[in-house]
């Protein structure tokens, strides 16, 4: 058991009456009552950077890990024990809290050593989808092709930078975000052959003008990166038979999924976004040092 | 479109006070609310056998079918505009309901039409999990481990049936059944190598019985055929790294299936099971045919 104390890096967020004070009061309502963090809307926790107080005897790791080192758990925090004294500062754009307490980690929580080359809410913000790109690593084959939904997200734009890598220049990989300002960062990044400003929640729409953008054809993989409910018609219906929707959204409703594709009669593999595969934290981290302009946006984003 | 009257086939169950009643009450109330039927528990619906009352002009199947003909629909009920005017009669060991009413099938809906060599209920029976084999008989090699949780239930004993037939002889199987009589029924059946009578929400103990059956080690394939919440972290607990966990379970919540597999750096491929594969309902029927005690276990249970 190792104990990591998150850190603080700046001043208290505005009044009492601001959305800061109002996150600061719902997130530390759910940590006294749990002693864990848990989102309450899409049921998922986040991760934190901190500094080890306290390496417990007998750790797989205790020779490799010191009081001080910088860490960031790949644990949910929905899963990791947690004690919050005082939040320091509320960043909406990055969804990042500053603050100051104490986390138990287990010796069988996986954990990254924060690199040295990039700032540590670039490595956290990226670290905390890891799972993503590695599994997208498998799952795209030469010339295949992809629909991303919420690909202008976090978790969206390294999928289609993985898809794009794996697929080569004869993939075709389409992505769809709402989000305006969001699709354009993604356009510029080049990985899409087109990107398409799109509500995910509106399946009909969202099929016909994804299968317009790849020839009339469903798509081999469709990759789910929303941060809505109700999105699952949309991954199912741009899939061909026998392709794979793969779901990385934890807004995603096991039964919608599953009784979606079966009322629709889509013979279709429906994959539940595994948060953990080997390697992740290296893989998601030499992403930054590989597509430099992904490392620049994200650095704008959520630095 | 096309549309099932719902048959009767029985007298109507007991007084205002009895568990037939209230069940009765309830499906009214959710098909009143809903226009479809909807477990409020599980979120899933069951299917109907009924006769057909007319065929929409345009349907794909308009020359093989006509008004009369017995139909079962194969599209979840929580997906099938439904009324209800009169229940019959409550089954409760067979989870089935005789009632009066009319329901629209889409061109789209997935339908069989009722075999003539068994009888309606028990197809009835094994085409509302219509989906599991067929998708077992895909992931389940020579040789391979496979453990199922909830095995002596109606999908669980399908399931083990054909991991046997896929495996062959030296398929390793373990079947999990907390409930007495259903872990009897399935050790008869002679499908399993082992047969433990545990409850798969102590993930902890079962994966401990699991793998010491298992020779100490962890399997290839888990099957989640339960029919309560809670039990995720079993199926993936007893899963080798980079095996495939597989749900059928519409009790499984889509987070605690993708942060548990993250929360203990479990490599494990997480599906969600989809109702539909392509000649699902005659692979499933066929069953009946090919084992015959199966069939007469059904019959039992369900007929």
Same mark, same amino acid.
Not at 135 to 141: E, M
Not at 257 to 274: R, W
Not at 295 to 300: I, N, P, S, T, Y
């Given at each position: 058991?190792?104990?990591?104390?998150?850190?603080?890096? *700046?001043?208290?967020?505005?009044?009492? $009456?601001?959305?800061?004070?109002?996150?600061? +009061?719902?997130?530390?309502?759910? #940590?006294?009552?749990?002693?864990?963090?848990?989102?309450?809307?899409?049921?998922?926790?986040?991760? =934190?950077?901190?500094?080890?107080?306290?390496?417990?005897?007998?750790?797989?790791?205790?020779?490799?890990?010191?009081?001080?080192? +910088?860490?960031?758990?790949?644990?949910?925090? *929905? =899963?990791?024990?947690?004690?919050?004294?005082?939040?320091?500062?509320?960043?909406?754009?990055?969804?990042?809290?500053?603050?100051?307490?104490?986390?138990?980690?287990?010796?069988?929580?996986?954990?990254?050593?924060?690199?040295?080359?990039?700032?540590?809410?670039?490595?956290?913000?990226?670290?905390?989808?890891?799972?993503?790109?590695?599994?997208?690593?498998?799952?795209? *084959? *030469?010339?295949?092709?992809?629909?991303?939904?919420?690909?202008?997200?976090?978790?969206? #734009?390294?999928?289609?930078?993985?898809?794009?890598?794996?697929?080569?220049?004869?993939?075709?990989?389409?992505?769809?975000?709402?989000?305006?300002?969001?699709?354009?960062?993604?356009?510029?990044?080049?990985?899409?052959?087109?990107?398409? $400003?799109?509500?995910?929640?509106?399946?009909?729409?969202?099929?016909?003008?994804?299968?317009?953008? &790849?020839?009339?054809?469903?798509?081999?993989?469709?990759?789910?990166?929303? &941060?809505?409910?109700?999105?699952?018609?949309?991954?199912?219906?741009?899939?061909?038979?026998?392709?794979? /929707?793969?779901?990385?959204?934890?807004?995603?409703?096991?039964?919608? /999924?599953?009784?979606?594709?079966?009322?629709?009669?889509?013979?279709?593999?429906?994959?539940?976004?595994?948060?953990?595969?080997?390697?992740?934290?290296?893989?998601?981290?030499?992403?930054?040092?590989?597509?430099?302009?992904?490392?620049?946006?994200?650095?704008?984003?959520?630095?």
């Amino acid at each position: 058991m190792e104990e990591a104390a998150p850190e603080a890096s *700046s001043a208290a967020g505005g009044g009492p $009456e601001s959305a800061e004070a109002r996150v600061t +009061r719902l997130v530390l309502d759910t #940590i006294a009552k749990r002693g864990k963090q848990h989102n309450p809307v899409t049921g998922s926790g986040g991760m =934190l950077l901190g500094r080890v107080l306290q390496v417990g005897q007998g750790h797989p790791d205790a020779e490799r890990l010191a009081p001080g080192d +910088r860490v960031a758990t790949l644990v949910s925090l *929905s =899963l990791t024990p947690l004690r919050v004294d005082r939040v320091l500062d509320v960043r909406r754009e990055s969804a990042q809290l500053d603050v100051e307490g104490e986390a138990v980690l287990f010796a069988s929580g996986a954990y990254a050593r924060m690199p040295s080359d990039m700032p540590d809410r670039l490595a956290l913000a990226v670290l905390d989808v890891a799972g993503a790109a590695p599994q997208v690593a498998r799952l795209v *084959s *030469s010339g295949g092709s992809v629909c991303i939904l919420g690909a202008g997200g976090k978790s969206g #734009i390294l999928c289609a930078a993985e898809a794009r890598r794996r697929g080569g220049p004869n993939a075709r990989i389409i992505g769809v975000e709402s989000y305006g300002t969001y699709a354009e960062d993604l356009r510029k990044l080049g990985f899409c052959d087109e990107v398409l $400003e799109l509500d995910a929640r509106d399946p009909v729409t969202l099929r016909n003008a994804a299968l317009a953008a &790849n020839g009339g054809k469903e798509f081999d993989l469709s990759l789910s990166c929303v &941060n809505v409910a109700d999105s699952e018609m949309s991954a199912i219906l741009v899939t061909r038979d026998r392709g794979t /929707a793969y779901f990385f959204a934890m807004s995603t409703s096991f039964t919608k /999924a599953a009784l979606g594709a079966e009322g629709v009669g889509k013979d279709v593999d429906l994959v539940i976004g595994n948060g953990f595969a080997h390697g992740h934290a290296d893989h998601t981290l030499d992403m930054m040092r590989t597509f430099p302009a992904v490392r620049a946006l994200f650095e704008k984003r959520y630095g």
